[in-house]
T-cell receptor, first 113, second 113 residues
Framework: NAGVTQTPKFQVLKTGQSMTLQCAQD?????MYWYRQDPGMGLRLIYY???????DKGEVPNGYNVSRLNKREFSLRLESAAPSQTSVYFC????????????FGSGTRLTVV | GENVEQHPSTLSVQEGDSAVIKCTYS??????FPWYKQELGKGPQLIID?????GEKKDQRIAVTLNKTAKHFSLHITETQPEDSAVYFC????????????FGAGTTVTVRA
């Protein structure tokens, strides 16, 4: 099993550009999450989807939108990128079979110039 | 919301010695406490977790303890090896909140040969 797959792995954007980060899981998990990781700040929740068809804001949702396309896929969109969104983005999923422990993807390193 | 504090931020230990990382949480309703290990360039990986109905859990060289009264939990790594060098994150969540994890800021552990 691949687990959680994120694309792309690296991206450089100019201020004001838009892009979508893709995430897919093959573990049949109900819940999916997007976190950002910044030095000295741990991982902060951007948005999450507790089940297919639902999405909710996390701790730092401003400047982002999400779509739970189906049970497998959960995308994160930056409509107008800002330098403050330079970060490493992680997608994760969890389900009852994993005891609700998260499985993380390998991350997307985004730089906004 | 939940606030998780983690100490120390960096920890250097001699190979073979023990390492201890401590975390405190603010939400008395939190009932799930996982620990993640993140190696350079990779996503965090679950290494051990504990639920509020258990005071201690062991898995080979790692153990986690939980003190619900004091609202703190700790990770203990014994007989450290060079491959234990990584960033470690603690986290907390509660089942009534969709198991959304709140993370500590992380501890960079370096094992000296």
């Amino acid at each position: 099993n691949a687990g959680v797959t994120q694309t792309p792995k690296f991206q450089v954007l100019k201020t004001g550009q838009s892009m979508t980060l893709q995430c897919a899981q093959d573990m049949n998990h109900n819940s999916m999450y997007w976190y950002r990781q910044d030095p000295g700040m741990g991982l902060r929740l951007i948005y999450y989807s507790a089940s297919e068809g639902t999405t909710d804001k996390g701790e730092v949702p401003n400047g982002y939108n999400v779509s739970r396309l189906n049970k497998r896929e959960f995308s994160l969109r930056l409509e107008s990128a800002a330098p403050s969104q330079t970060s490493v983005y992680f997608c994760a999923s969890s389900g009852r079979d994993s005891g609700y422990g998260y499985t993380f993807g390998s991350g997307t390193r985004l730089t906004v110039v | 919301g939940e606030n998780v504090e983690q100490h120390p931020s960096t920890l250097s230990v001699q190979e073979g010695d023990s390492a201890v990382i401590k975390c405190t949480y603010s939400d008395s309703a939190s009932n799930y406490f996982p620990w993640y290990k993140q190696e350079l360039g990779k996503g965090p990986q679950l290494i051990i977790d504990i639920r509020s109905n258990v005071g201690e859990k062991k898995d080979q060289r790692i153990a986690v303890t939980l003190n619900k009264t004091a609202k703190h939990f700790s990770l203990h790594i014994t007989e450290t090896q060079p491959e234990d060098s990584a960033v470690y994150f603690c986290a907390a969540s509660r089942s009534s909140n969709d198991y959304k994890l709140s993370f500590g800021a992380g501890t960079t552990v370096t094992v000296r040969a």
